[in-house]
């Protein structure tokens, strides 16, 4: 019989996760009106720069947080495999609290680099989500159990996805003061303060360790061992079917709010629901959908039905621009990219040995982090020409990702 784990325990590493989340996914709705076309003189980020320039600027604070994340994934992985998990989940939170409050002041002040080093920090230490996926997962016992808290982790995280732009959405106000905009930030600020002084308690272990340990550390052996995923034919198979889409998916994501404004006539507070609407379905699919799945489908078919639902979901766009069309995004979106990521990531665990659960699942986030991050970029850099121009690039790239699934799903 599986041992329960204690809600003590898995409570508050939930929801760090859901955290995270909520302060990655309510920038959006904030950068729409500021950055990108400004509701108002008062809150323009960037007084007299061009379209294009702006949508550049937009890609590029959105993408610094999950580049930050790819390079310190892997050492937080490896960091907390070898002197603990507590000791490195308390000193993370603490610069969550800083990056928070960095982009708050940002807000404040109207300055893009300083919101950009607070993403930084903030993506910094978005790192430990494998981290916290492995205090879990080592506590389980059997396939269905590591499932079920797999499932629940990316529960958190899509929830924190889903209350992220509605939370910002309770403090959107086009005439209000700057404070308005800052506000979520400090929030989420505390949040991750008191999500530091709950895990203090919750979580057995200590938090101190000493300077001996982290001499002998090698800071950036997590990093390079990314390079070990190449030795294996089949690893390579899914980063690169992994790559492929989560690039596709980061464009995409950072493209829909730009169509849904220009395109659809949608307000910052409708922008805010659509991204929260995405949340609840993706929610769905990791709590429920994804488990289920695959308790019944083998990986390698349910990899190529997600990636097949997510080409669908990336030429919607293309086809129909018209406003209720558009709310059919959220639902395709979740059973295409939320269920992908959700089937590569239970493949990886699976096949992780006891010791080194920690590192692989860092890993994974840390190429979701590249991936992501460069998809991001991309969308700043292609919408600046023509947001059908970026969308088109998205469908490209996800075709090419189901192509290589249907492809290779005998050897993965």
């Known amino acids: 019989m599986s041992k329960r784990i204690s809600l003590w325990f898995s409570a508050p590493l939930l929801g ?44 590029f ?24 998990r507590k000791a490195v989940l308390i000193a993370t939170l603490c610069g969550a609290v800083l990056g928070c409050a960095a982009q708050g002041l940002a807000m404040e002040f109207l300055s893009v680099w300083l919101l950009a080093l607070g993403r930084v920090a903030v993506g910094v230490t978005a790192g430990v989500d494998g981290t916290i996926q492995a205090a879990l997962l080592e506590r389980c016992s059997g396939k269905n159990q590591k499932n079920f808290y797999l499932g629940a982790t990316l529960l958190a ?43 203090s308690f919750s979580m057995p272990g200590s938090a101190r360790v000493a300077k001996s340990e982290l001499s002998r550390m090698d800071w950036f052996g997590g990093l390079r061992d990314i390079v070990l995923l190449a030795k294996s034919k089949r690893s390579r198979t899914l980063v690169s079917i992994f790559c492929l889409n989560q690039v596709g998916a980061g464009a995409f994501f950072a493209a829909v709010p730009l169509v849904l404004e220009s395109k659809s006539g949608f307000s910052a507070r409708e922008i805010a629901a659509f991204l929260s609407v995405e949340g609840v379905f993706s929610g769905a699919v990791f709590a429920f959908f994804g488990p289920m799945l695959l308790r019944r489908a083998s990986a390698p078919k349910a990899l190529v039905a997600s990636l097949a639902v997510g080409v669908a979901t990336v030429a919607l766009p293309l086809v129909s621009e018209n406003y209720w069309a558009m709310w059919a995004i959220p639902p395709m979106q979740a059973g295409g990219f939320a269920l992908s990521y959700f089937v590569t990531l239970a493949i990886f665990s699976e096949s992780a040995p006891e010791g080194r659960r920690g590192w692989v ?52």
Do not use: N, Q
């Open 16 to 59: 760090i996760l859901a955290f995270h989340m909520i302060c990655e996914s309510m920038v959006i709705p904030v950068l729409v009106p500021t950055l990108v076309e400004a509701s108002s003189a008062a809150h323009d980020m960037l007084p007299g720069f061009s379209d294009s320039a702006r949508k550049l600027a937009y890609g």
């Open 61 to 84: 604070v959105l993408s610094v947080y999950p580049v930050a994340l790819f390079f310190c994934a892997p050492i937080i992985g490896s960091l907390s495999d070898s002197i603990g």
């Open 157 to 199: 995280m899509s929830l924190g996805l889903m209350l992220g732009p509605a939370f910002a959405a309770l403090f959107i106000d086009e005439s209000a003061s700057a404070f308005t905009w800052s506000l979520p930030f400090f929030i989420t600020a505390a949040l991750f303060a008191l999500a530091a002084f709950a895990l």
């Open 361 to 412: 699942l860092s890993v994974l986030s840390s190429l979701w982090g590249l991936t992501m991050g460069v998809g991001l970029a991309l969308c700043g850099l292609l919408a600046g020409l023509a947001d059908e121009f970026c969308i088109a690039v998205c469908l490209a790239l996800c075709a090419a990702s189901l192509a290589l699934s249907a492809r290779a799903r005998a050897s993965i």
